[in-house]
């Protein structure tokens, strides 16, 4: 089985910089994409970024110019770094791990974390 694994939430200031980080883990042979989503009270949890296998990004337009993902294709990792943060990026954070590949079959399934809480506060 696939476990994925988010850290680094926690709160930061207006204008702050926070680092997210995912870790895919099990009997993986590749992952296709791999990505953020965050989801705030009431809202329904939107994309953030994610980045394909062979480096493409795409990201959402509220987080432009602000927040840079990034990943390790050997070790199933991806990061999300978060700079001048604003209060509207308050959310619990997702990591989804997207056609992913496993040893024991050639169709790739999807795998969510469980999510880290980011608030952004003064």
């Known amino acids: 089985q696939v476990q994925v694994v988010e850290s680094g939430g926690g709160l930061v200031q207006p204008g702050g910089s926070l680092r997210l980080s995912c870790e895919a883990s099990?009997?993986?042979?590749?992952?296709?994409?791999m990505g953020w989503y965050r989801q705030a009270p009431g809202k329904q949890r939107e994309l953030v970024e994610d980045i394909t296998i062979g480096g493409a990004t795409h990201y959402a337009d509220s987080v432009k110019g602000r927040f840079a993902i990034s990943r390790d294709n050997d070790k199933h990792t991806v990061a999300l770094q978060m700079n001048m943060m604003e209060p509207e990026d308050t959310a619990v954070y997702y990591c989804k791990a997207q056609g992913v590949v496993i040893t024991t079959s050639p169709h790739g399934m999807d795998f969510w974390g469980k999510g880290t809480l980011v608030t952004v506060s003064s």
């Open positions: 099990g009997s993986i042979f590749a992952i296709d994409i």
